[in-house]
C-alpha cells in the first residue's frame, strides 16, 4: 500500500495534534501504581499507548507490546515491582532492540528477570516482587528510557533508589519530564549532583485529574510544511501545546525559526506562519536531547538545500529502524546524499544525483519515515509514501489531517 501526495498550494486552519505519547505512557504507568486515583484526560490515541494499556491491564500472563519501544521499557520494570508473572514479547524488531541495561540494573536491586530468546534482547520472563532497592548504577548513554522506567517504579522500592549514571547522559529532558510527572503524583525525586538521582520510598498518593498535552514531536511535521510551503500567507494552528512544556521536541519552535516558521501562542493555540528565513553557511545543531526531531529537520533541510550537520543521533541506531541508515536511503532517492563522518553525525553539503521521476519512500515499519518525508511532496509532487499505516504508532489520524489542510 503506498500514498501518492499531490498538495493544493494554500496551508490554512487548524489542526488537533494527537496526545503525547510521552507523556501518556509516563502518567499511565504512575497512575497504575498509585492505584488508579487520578482520572486521565486527553491520553494518546496510538498504537504506543494502547500497548501500554494493554500492558497494564494484564494482571499475569503474556503481553505482546508489537513494536512499542517505550512500552517495553516502562512495563519491563513495572511488571518487576508488581505482583504476578508475565511474559513480555513484542514484533520481530522489538525482539533486536536491546534491554539489558534495564534489566541488569533491576536484576542488581533483585528483580526476578529471565531472558526467553538471545541474551540481552526480549522476551522477557519477569515474576514481579517487592523490591529492596539502595543502589544501582547504569549507562546513560544509551537510552534516556531505562533510565525513566527505573526512575518510576523507585518509589515502590522498600529503600528507594539513589541511582548513578554512568557517561554523558542523552535525551536529559525526557528524564526531567518523567520526574516532574512523578512529583505531579506525590513522588520526592530530584537530582543530588549532575549524574546522581535520588528517589524517596514515598510511594504515590493524592488523587486528581490529569490532563494529557498535545505532541510536540506530532507538531514538527507541521513545522516541516510550514518551511517548506509556498503559501506566503500560511497559518496553521494547534491548540493544547504548552509554552513551558517539558517535552523535549518543544525546541522545534527555536530548531525551525532559521528555516523560515514563526512560532506565537495564542489563546487559540500555538500559530504557526511564514517567518523570515536566515540561510546559514552551515546549520550545526546537536540534537542529543531531541533526536526524534532529526528526520524531519534532515528532510527540511535539505529540501531548502541548507547544507547541515546534525550531531547526537547515536541512538537512531536503535529505534524502530536503523533510522541513519534509513535516512542516507531515502533522502538519495530524491538527489540529496548524506554522510556520516562519525558515529551519530550526519551531514549534507550540497552532495546532489539525479532522482527518478516517481520516487517512492520506503518507511521502514517506522512511524517518523512516513511523517518525516510527507512534506517532501512540496518539492515532489506526486511523492509516493510506502506503508502510510505506521503512522498509527504515534499519530493515527496524519494522513487525514494532510487531507484536510492539503488534499
Known amino acids: 500500500m503506498t500514498v501518492s501526495l499531490q498538495f493544493r498550494p494554500q496551508l490554512r486552519g487548524q489542526i488537533l495534534l494527537p496526545s503525547s505519547k510521552s507523556i501518556s505512557n509516563r502518567v499511565l504507568a504512575i497512575n497504575a501504581l498509585a492505584g488508579g486515583a487520578y482520572e486521565m484526560m486527553r491520553l494518546a490515541v496510538c498504537d504506543d499507548t494502547d500497548a501500554m494499556l494493554r500492558a497494564l491491564r494484564t494482571p499475569t500472563g503474556e503481553v505482546n507490546i508489537g513494536a512499542a519501544g517505550t512500552a517495553m521499557r516502562f512495563a519491563t520494570a513495572f511488571f518487576a515491582v508488581t505482583p504476578g508473572t508475565h511474559i513480555l514479547t513484542g514484533s520481530e524488531r522489538m525482539l533486536q532492540r536491546p534491554i539489558r541495561p534495564l534489566v541488569e540494573t533491576l536484576r542488581a536491586l533483585g528483580a526476578h528477570i529471565d531472558y526467553l530468546g538471545q541474551e540481552g534482547y526480549p522476551s522477557l520472563r519477569i515474576e514481579g516482587k517487592v523490591l529492596e532497592g539502595g543502589e544501582a548504577e547504569i549507562a546513560a548513554t544509551i537510552s534516556s528510557q531505562y533510565i525513566s522506567a527505573l526512575l518510576m517504579v523507585a518509589p515502590m522500592f522498600q529503600k528507594g533508589l539513589q541511582l548513578r549514571l554512568v557517561g554523558e547522559l542523552i535525551s536529559r529532558p525526557y528524564v526531567d519530564l518523567t520526574l516532574n510527572l512523578m512529583r505531579r503524583f506525590g513522588a520526592k525525586a530530584e537530582w543530588t549532583d549532575a549524574q546522581t538521582l535520588q528517589i524517596f520510598p514515598t510511594g504515590y498518593q493524592s488523587s486528581a485529574t490529569f490532563a494529557v498535552e498535545a505532541d510536540w514531536s506530532a507538531a514538527s511535521y507541521w513545522y516541516a ?42 489563546d487559540e493555540g500555538v500559530v504557526l506562519t511564514k517567518g523570515k528565513r536566515t540561510p546559514l553557511e552551515l546549520y550545526d545543531l546537536d540534537l542529543t536531547e531531541q533526536p526524534d526531531l532529526a528526520q524531519t529537520l534532515v528532510v527540511v533541510a535539505t529540501m531548502l538545500d541548507q547544507p547541515f550537520r546534525f550531531s547526537g543521533l547515536q541512538t537512531l541506531r536503535i529505534k524502530e529502524t536503523d533510522r541513519i541508515a534509513a535516512l542516507q536511503a531515502e533522502t538519495a532517492k530524491l538527489g540529496y ?11 549534507w553539503q550540497g552532495e546532489r544525483q539525479t532522482a527518478p521521476k516517481h520516487p517512492t519512500i520506503a518507511t521502514y515499519d517506522d512511524h517518523r519515515m512516513a511523517m518525516a518525508f510527507a512534506p517532501a511532496a512540496y518539492r515532489f509532487p506526486g511523492l509516493q509514501i510506502a506503508h502510510p499505516e505506521v503512522v498509527t504508532k504515534s499519530y493515527p489520524h496524519f494522513w487525514e489531517d494532510i487531507t484536510q489542510l492539503l488534499g
Open 225 to 266: 510544511l510550514m518551511a517548506l510551503t509556498p503559501d506566503a500567507e500560511a497559518r496553521v494552528v494547534l491548540p493544547y501545546l504548552e509554552a513551558n512544556s517539558l517535552q523535549g521536541d518543544a525546541k522545534a519552535q527555536d530548531f525551525f525559526a532559521p528555516l523560515g516558521v514563526q512560532t506565537t501562542f495564542t
Open 337 to 347: 546524499l548524506l554522510h556520516e563522518p562519525q558515529a551519530g553525525t550526519l551531514t
